[in-house]
């Protein structure tokens, strides 16, 4: 029976890094998770809005997310017009590719970094071409103009780490003759951001996530800045009522504690240095990170045998098949101590 598009029925699928059942004691390391709670009044947000019988779960929620909007855009500097709320970033990244790319057509991205834009892109039938890096980490053999209709440009790179410098942003984006996304699902915790770009260069669309730096992956968070016209056209696309209301209370409160949120992410940042400092005492080899991950490589470069060292000792990190990244692995920053435990049982694995 011939029920299914081609290209859904030949497709394989995306798969998430493995997330172990509730109650299974690992220590998670593998999905970028905040170590961290997230805001103190986001749990009191939640069940405000729900009530004491939840009766206002019986209404639809906000369609606009308006409140949000202005929130987000009075934080990063931008009128609300430029802002757009989305069911975690992966929902903007999304619609993006339905609102710029026809079947056919092509958008690009960096290998290695987020391979979901891959799948997304064949959802739609859109043909996909990757770029590699060179050894100082710019995009090698990025043509003098792109002609694709997306480029999606992970900076923070993940998993590597590093970040594209903004002036090498400001490059590419003049060399896109299409979008150039910034997928800055990381940039809270580096030094610096493409937000100024979106200001200055009609076709840079900046996407962010409230599942890292915010830790609320569990609520299904993120946003896209852009211009205008480009919002509206995201607007036109999306679910209607993308953000449910206990999404819309929670994003509220977090995004209003930026006390917090300084706060979490300095932790974050200083645990990284200090992890990074004890891997490279191990012999390993790390790439300085802008991101709440390390990618480091161990002095027998083999990641497969490291991982299932932790893996036995309940500690749960990222191995990556692919060969450019099997030699290594992906490690979230937790908390100081459970930084101390990895260090000690990577030691132990020798
Ligand atoms: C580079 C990158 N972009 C986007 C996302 C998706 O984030 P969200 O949880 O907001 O959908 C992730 C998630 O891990 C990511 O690593």
Redesign the pocket.
Known sequence: MNILRSNIASMAGYVPGFQPPDGEVFLKLN??ENPYPPAPGVVAAILAELGSDGASLRKYPCASSGRLRQIAGDLYGFDPSWVIMAN????V?NNLIRACAAEGEEIAYVHP??S?YSTLAEIQGVKVRTFGLTDDYRIADFPERYEGRIFFL?TPN?PLGFAFPIAYIEELAQRCAGILVA?E??VDFADENALDLVRNYENVVV?R???KSYSL?GM???LAIARPEIIAALDKIRDHYNLDRLAQAACCAALSDQDYFRDCIRKVRETREAFSGRLRQLGYDVIPSHGNYVFAVPPDRNGRSVYEGLFQRKILVRHFSDPLLSPGLRITIGTREEMEITAAALEEIG
């Open positions: 999905s970028n975690g970033s992966d929902e990244l970094s987020y979901y992970t993940a997928d699902a990381y996407t996530t409230l599942s992956a299904r968070l993120g």
